[in-house]
C-alpha cells in the first residue's frame, strides 16, 4: 500500500517507517493539512494514489485540524481509506473523535501509544481487506459484549448533532468557552436571555448523556446542579459546568471546520421546497 501520514511530527513518521520496514508498505509524510491538495494532485497525475492515510486529529496552535484533513482527503482522493491516529493524553480530542466518526466514517483509531507490533496488525489486516479487529470499526465477532473504543465513537456519533442543533447552538457555545454568566453569554451570542436558558436546560441534557458513555473524558469531574437547588442557582451551575465543559474542548468549538461540516448537514437536513416553474 502507499501510505499517507498526516501528522506536523516527524517522529510519528519515522516511527511507522521502521514499522513497515521490510515490507511493500511505502509511506510519504505531510506535516500539514494546508498541504494536502498538492501531494494528493501530484499523487493522481502520477497514477499513484494513496491507499490508506493516517490522520492526526491535532495540529497545533493557528494550524487546520484533522478535521480539515479529512474533509481534503474525501474529496481529493475519496478512495483513500483513513485511520485517525491521536495522542490518548489529549484533554480535548473527544469532540474531534465524534466528528471524525459523525461527518467522515474512518476505518479505526490508532493510539501513537500503540506497540510497533500493533501499527503493524493494524496496517497488516487493513491491506488485506479484513476491517475488524483491534482498533478497526468493525466488531470483530468475538462474543465479547463491551464495546471497543471504535465502536463507542461510531455508537455515540449522533450525539454531537444534539450537541449542535444549529448556527445558533454553536454562537452559544463559542460565547459559552467565554463567559460563565447567563447576560454576558446572551450577548456576545446576540440572543435574549431566554434563549440561553433554554440552551442551558438543552445542553446540560447533552452533557449528561457524553459523559456517561465517555466516563474517562477529561471533563467528567464537571459536577451537576442539585434538584434541592433554587432555579435561579441551578441555571447558574449548570451554565458553570456548561462552561467549564465548552473550556475543556475550547480547540473544537474555535475550529473553523466544523462551520462548514455543520452548514452542509444543517442544509442537506432541510426539506426540499417544491421548485415552481410559472
Do not use: Y
Not at 31 to 49: C, F, H, I, N, Q
Not at 114 to 133: T, V, W
Not at 163 to 170: F, P, S, V
Amino acid at each position: 500500500m502507499r501510505i499517507l501520514v498526516v501528522d506536523d511530527f516527524v517522529l510519528v513518521e519515522l516511527a511507522l517507517a521502521q514499522v513497515i520496514q521490510g515490507t511493500a508498505h511505502t509511506l510519504v509524510g505531510v506535516r500539514d493539512p494546508r498541504s494536502l491538495p498538492e501531494v494528493l494532485e501530484v499523487a493522481a497525475s502520477e497514477g499513484r494514489p494513496f491507499d490508506l492515510a493516517l490522520v492526526d486529529i491535532n495540529f497545533g496552535p493557528g494550524a487546520p485540524t484533522g478535521l480539515t484533513a479529512m474533509r481534503i482527503l474525501n474529496e481529493l482522493s475519496p478512495d483513500t481509506k483513513i485511520v485517525i491516529e491521536s495522542t490518548d493524553e489529549e484533554r480535548n480530542r473527544l469532540l474531534f473523535l465524534l466528528a471524525s466518526f459523525a461527518f467522515f466514517e474512518p476505518l479505526g483509531l490508532m493510539s501513537k501509544a500503540s506497540s510497533s507490533e500493533e501499527m503493524r496488525a493494524l496496517i497488516d489486516a487493513i491491506d488485506r481487506g479484513e476491517l475488524s479487529g483491534s482498533g478497526l470499526a468493525q466488531p470483530d465477532g468475538t462474543l465479547s459484549h463491551a464495546l471497543s473504543p471504535v465502536q463507542r465513537l461510531i455508537r455515540n456519533a449522533g450525539l454531537l448533532d444534539e450537541l449542535i442543533r444549529n448556527g445558533t447552538d454553536l454562537m452559544l457555545w463559542r460565547a459559552v468557552v467565554r463567559f460563565d454568566k447567563r447576560g454576558e453569554v446572551a450577548r456576545a451570542s446576540h440572543v435574549d436571555e431566554r434563549t440561553v436558558d433554554r440552551f442551558i436546560a438543552a445542553k446540560s441534557a447533552v452533557v449528561d448523556k457524553i459523559q456517561a458513555a465517555f466516563p474517562e473524558d477529561a471533563s467528567v469531574h464537571l459536577v451537576r446542579s442539585r434538584d434541592d437547588e433554587p432555579e435561579e442557582q441551578r441555571r447558574h451551575s449548570n451554565l458553570v459546568r456548561l462552561a467549564r465543559f465548552a473550556q475543556t474542548h475550547s480547540h473544537f468549538f474555535g475550529d473553523e471546520a466544523i462551520d462548514d461540516l455543520f452548514a452542509a448537514r444543517w442544509q442537506s437536513a432541510r426539506p426540499r421546497q417544491r421548485r415552481s416553474w410559472r
